[in-house]
């Protein structure tokens, strides 16, 4: 079955779809200690990079760099969610998928520090 909502289109489907962003990046603020911690380091880090000597494009690859963090870590907490809403029971693919998105995370995590590394030494 398909959701009533992908019916609609324009303005309206504009809204609520930035309504729904607005809710995800809430609960993911409420419930995820992870993404808190890298809301922080994010709200450090991109005024950071903005002061930096560094040029236009070194500066945006490091807010972006920082910014896939955050991304990387939504889709985690989302996966989690997921696979906690169908069941809580240790599974191996359960665990599979938490462990992949986890991976996921810490991959960009490195690319911040090989990012602002490789920008900041030239």
């Not at 079955?1 to 303005?11: A, C, D, V």
């Not at 489907?13 to 922080?40: I, K, M, P």
């Not at 990079?49 to 963090?69: D, E, H, K, Q, T």
Request: aromatic share 4%.
């Amino acid at each position: 079955m398909e959701s009533p909502h992908k019916g609609r289109t324009g303005l309206r489907r504009l809204w609520n779809a930035c309504r729904y962003s607005a809710a995800g990046l809430a609960a993911a603020y409420r419930h995820e200690d992870a993404f808190r911690q890298e809301a922080l380091a994010a709200a450090v880090l991109i005024p950071l990079a903005l002061f930096l000597p560094a040029s236009g494009v070194g500066r945006a690859l490091m807010v972006a760099s920082v910014l896939l963090v955050i991304i990387v870590e939504l889709l985690n907490s989302a996966i989690e969610a997921a696979v906690d809403r169908i069941s809580l029971e240790d599974h191996r693919l359960a665990k599979r998928a938490k462990d992949i998105g986890s991976a996921a995370v810490l991959i960009s995590l490195i690319n911040v520090a090989a990012v602002w590394t490789l920008v900041l030494s030239n």
